[in-house]
């Protein structure tokens, strides 16, 4: 059940800082100043290959710099291939012009576009529906588009400069700034490309990721390596030739029963009400929200306690009350999908005419899990549009197109990444798997509702995480709990009937 956006992770912090590893050519009056070729791994495991590349146009001096990303992860056996791509245009004096960004898996793509204007991006996405099409704000703040950060970060290097703060923006995490500090912390000589080359690391830190990064750099600029220490295995890309790169796979990293965290004892799903203590396992403060039937609260050793209570739904705040975008479409969650639309109209128009709300959220949950026929791993984070027209899925889908629908009815929604208790997996005291969910907001109050189970919601369920799906918002959001998977420990306090 591990949800698929961690699989989105492996991308968020590949930095533009490209190597030279293959001679410049021209193509179509484009010459490519640099190419560079990565192998990747997670936990030593090699999954794959990036390919960034930067151009200049001979006629406009406008630059363009591309990144692609191809991953072969395991689910509980089944392999799922992912790729990645984004191409930032700018000017030769770094002012931005458009950004085209893609992510293609078994077979679903999810596309969004920007254009730079003087005070606004116009932001489109699409995921298998209608096109989203926005204006967000242009930051205020002066920032460094990829090519102007590759001079300035080869400038810094040439000086000696042994810190630098910058800020600049990345596809792959919206259009919002982010905040970068460099810090060198050493320099030494290593095999590169088969040649004995003196190289700086550095660590890399920002404001939108909970962890950094160590990132490996010639003399001159280049990059050769990155590695962020993820709690599930550390990302690491490697400078190679592009032949070896690109070499097969003999193994896939297993990126879901890895993940699994067994509790210290069996719990009884049919329960309404469960005490949890959580904690990390290197030792960082746990800070998990209080949400839906959940209540957290923080010890002073770092440690959390959860209560789960299916009697007493969190109130809503006056902000959450008030925001919009729980009602709004986004290229994930696109409630005013046609297709969307009729599921909810047609499990609405068959209820009591004096139903509430709270009876329509749960018989639009009870249609997701009937709807949903073809339950399996082999799709990466449909979006509701999508799993509406081909019905098939696991976690994600089932909470997305619930969103969809909830929406759709007029009722707020969001999605809740987390984890899910599974009983009957092959474990003493069963196991928590990654999973995601929806909640519903109903009379003022949160409600959880599990769109993959035959009831409603039980008590093995710790949210680590919500979201409103948004297109400028959803992958910062999922990137910050990159600290959270695969780090925590999970004891049962107490269960019982109240």
Same mark, same amino acid.
């Given at each position: 059940m591990l949800h698929k956006f961690t699989v989105a992770f492996v991308t968020l912090f590949i930095f533009w800082g490209c190597a030279k590893n293959e001679e410049p050519v021209v193509q179509e009056g484009w010459q490519i #100043?640099?190419?560079?070729?990565?192998?990747?791994?997670?936990?030593?495991?090699?999954s794959g290959w990036a390919h960034d590349t930067t151009e200049i146009d001979g006629a406009t001096k406008n630059v363009k710099s591309s990144k692609t990303q191809n991953m072969t992860l395991s689910r509980g056996g089944i392999e799922i291939s992912i790729v990645v791509t984004s191409v930032f245009l700018e000017t030769d004096d770094g002012k931005p012009i458009s950004v085209v960004s893609s992510q293609e898996a078994m077979g679903q793509v999810q596309e969004t576009t920007w254009l730079f204007g003087s005070d606004s991006i116009e932001m489109t996405t699409s995921a298998g529906g209608t096109p989203i099409v926005k204006e967000v704000p242009l930051p205020l703040e002066s920032w460094l588009t990829p090519n102007a950060l590759r001079k300035m970060f080869k400038q810094k290097i040439k000086d000696g400069n042994?810190?630098?703060?910058?800020?600049?923006?990345?596809?792959? #995490?919206?259009?919002s700034l982010i905040t970068v500090v460099m810090t060198k912390i050493g320099e030494e000589t290593r095999d590169i490309l088969g040649k004995e080359t003196h190289v700086t690391i550095w660590e890399s830190v920002n404001d939108k990721m909970p962890i950094g990064s160590t990132e490996v750099y010639t003399i001159d600029g280049s990059n050769v390596g990155t590695s962020i220490a993820a709690a599930f295995g550390a990302i690491v890309n490697t400078l190679m030739y592009k032949h070896d790169a690109l070499s097969p796979l003999n193994e896939v990293p297993e990126l879901m029963v890895s993940l699994f965290v067994e509790p210290n004892k069996k719990i009884d799903n049919s329960k309404k009400r469960l005490s949890l203590k959580i904690k990390s396992k290197d030792g960082s403060a746990v800070d998990l929200p209080s949400a839906g039937y959940q209540t957290a609260s923080r010890n002073d050793d770092g440690t959390a306690i959860l209560i789960i209570d299916l009697h007493k739904p969190s109130a809503a705040t006056e902000i959450e009350l008030n925001d919009e975008s729980y009602l709004a479409d986004t290229a994930i969650c696109d409630g005013s999908d046609e297709a969307v639309r009729v599921i909810a109209h047609d499990t609405i128009s068959a209820m009591p005419k004096n139903s509430t709300k709270?009876?329509?959220?749960?018989a639009l949950r009870a249609t997701v899990y009937d709807y949903i026929d073809e339950k399996g791993m082999s799709t990466v984070f449909g979006s509701a549009s999508q799993t509406a027209r081909d019905k098939k899925g696991d976690c994600s889908e089932h909470a997305v197109l619930l969103c969809g629908l909830l929406r759709a009815a007029g009722i707020p929604s969001r999605g809740v990444m987390g984890m899910v208790y599974i009983p009957n997996y092959n474990s003493p005291n069963g196991v928590f798997g990654w999973h995601m969910w929806t909640q519903a907001l109903i009379d003022g109050e949160?409600?959880?509702?599990?769109?993959?189970?035959?009831?409603p919601f039980t008590v093995g369920h710790v949210a680590t995480m919500t979201s409103s799906l948004s297109d400028e918002g959803m992958a910062e959001e999922m990137a910050g709990i990159m600290s959270t998977i695969g780090n925590l420990e999970v004891e049962v306090v107490e269960e019982d009937e109240q």
């Open positions: #100043l640099e190419d560079s070729w990565y192998s990747v791994t997670i936990d030593g495991v090699k042994p810190v630098f703060t910058f800020q600049t923006m990345s596809p792959e #995490l919206g259009p709270a009876d329509q959220a749960l949160w409600i959880d509702l599990d769109a993959t189970l035959l009831e």
